[in-house]
């Protein structure tokens, strides 16, 4: 059976749909949903609003849902949630690295095929300097031997998606969380080697969440 691929960039923008409530998100969505090529989902809003969430993006707007949980504990346990993410009609979700290799491989088995794995490597806020920024590179890795769909690095760190993308070649996709309000560019992850700027608070808090895209699509 042929691995199933991550998402195929078209505009190359995951929207990080992480408002405040469910109203929010239909808004925000019923105004771009045609310029973008994934949506990602946070807690926040699938706390509030229940995993239900997943199905209604969906069915609405016939798009991949990306649900960006940051799963970081015992296989048995980060298994169980894959596998309910899966059934509830996510297409994609994030794994922490840290989990280490058996923690990848059982993942990948737990993903059956039905969904992608992101592996994340490197927090994008100054934090992320402190610890795991010195073992992403290993991390990145590991997602290759353990055949992930995806990996994240910081959109904010030009550098840092160089050297991911010279470590990961065409192996796998490349999403870069903080893109606009953490300072990453949306051209710029592009020209370093990312395959999807991550964008949430600079779409979602637009007045012309639109109008903020095609402005974005239009200045490549």
């Not at 504990?73 to 994609?92: C, L, S």
């Not at 010279?166 to 992850?189: E, P």
Request: hydrophobic share 40%.
């Amino acid at each position: 059976m042929e691995k199933k691929k991550f998402i195929e960039p078209k505009s190359h923008i995951i929207l990080a749909l992480d408002t405040e409530n469910e109203e929010k998100a239909f808004w925000v969505m019923d105004q771009c949903y045609d310029l973008i090529d994934c949506i990602k989902l946070n807690y926040p809003l699938v706390l509030k609003t229940g995993l239900g969430i997943i199905g209604k993006l969906k069915d609405k707007y016939k798009l991949p849902i990306f649900c960006d949980f940051k799963v970081a504990d015992v296989p048995v346990t980060n298994n169980r949630i894959i596998k309910i993410v899966a059934n509830a009609g996510g297409d994609a979700i994030m794994v922490h690295g840290i989990v280490g290799p058996d923690g990848l491989e059982e993942a990948m088995k737990a993903a059956d095929n039905k969904i992608s794995i992101v592996v994340q490597t490197e927090f994008t806020h100054p934090g992320g300097l402190v610890f795991t920024q010195g073992i992403a590179d290993s991390l990145v890795e590991l997602a290759l031997r353990a055949g992930c769909q995806a990996v994240q690095t910081p959109g904010n760190r030009p550098e840092r998606i160089k050297k991911v993308k010279s470590i990961v070649g065409d192996k796998c996709k490349i999403v870069c969380c903080g893109v606009g309000a953490q300072g990453g560019s949306y051209k710029t992850v592009l020209e370093s080697g990312g395959d999807f700027p991550i964008i949430g608070r600079a779409i979602y808090q637009s007045s012309n969440p639109r109008e903020y895209i095609v402005n974005l699509l239009n200045n490549l």
